[in-house]
């Protein structure tokens, strides 16, 4: 096989996959090694590496899903939390979280540095903290391990920066779940390619 069609197969291979358990297919520190390597050769707007990574396993995890339990139960009216509940219960049934910062001392300095694109900053930001998620939910997927990408930032930021210590300038912007698969992810519908790709000059 190609390497271009082990790229793809990755893509391919990458879904949202909600069904997880904690039997990893392949060691902690092998997750770790692949989250390590995107974080370093992922690309970013001007360089600016922005992007700032906490991996949670184990019990470090749970209690992530635990402080968004006890976070939503203050915001969701009782008589409806318990299918919230029980979504956040599946999450943390999982191996393990990504967090994805991005650190707004970067970005802001940036701004200082290039006024003429200082808008623009915070948009490059979000793309820049969109490839590093993509980059170990791909490749976590060709190994073999699912995952699913959640948003439940603001609403937990206080306490996830309070339980890891997360310095000030870290604005969370997603969680990555993973683990093992206990069910594969379900048909994916793809609205028609040639309606969202137009080519020219072949």
């Given at each position: 096989m190609s390497l271009v069609q082990t790229l793809q197969q990755a893509a391919e291979t990458r879904r949202s996959v909600y069904a997880l358990n904690k039997n990893l297919?392949?060691?902690?520190?092998?997750?770790?090694?692949v989250i390590e390597h995107a974080v370093k050769h992922t690309p970013s707007?001007?360089?600016s590496q922005s992007t700032r990574v906490v991996v949670l396993f184990g019990a470090e995890h749970e209690k992530l899903w635990d402080i968004a339990i006890s976070e939503l139960r203050k915001i969701v009216p009782a008589e409806n939390f318990q299918p919230t509940e029980d979504k956040l219960n599946m999450f943390k049934a999982a191996a393990g979280s990504v967090?994805?910062?991005?650190?707004?001392?970067?970005?802001?300095?940036l701004q200082e540095q290039f006024a003429a694109y200082a808008a623009n900053?915070?948009?490059w930001s979000e793309h820049t903290n969109a490839m590093h998620q993509y980059a170990v939910w791909s490749t976590l997927a060709a190994a073999n391990i699912g995952g699913?990408?959640?948003?439940?930032?603001?609403?937990?930021?206080?306490?996830?920066?309070?339980?890891?210590?997360?310095p000030?300038?870290?604005?969370?912007?997603?969680?990555?779940?993973?683990g093992g698969i206990s069910a594969p992810a379900g048909e994916k519908a793809f609205a028609p390619v040639e309606e969202r790709l137009k080519v020219y000059g072949l």
């Open positions: 297919p392949v060691s902690k520190q092998e997750v770790a090694q707007a001007f360089n967090l994805f910062f991005e650190d707004k001392n970067v970005v802001e300095g900053f915070p948009i699913n990408l959640q948003h439940y930032n603001p609403v937990i930021d206080e306490e996830v920066a309070k339980a890891w210590n997360v000030a300038n870290w604005t969370l912007r997603a969680q990555l779940v993973f």
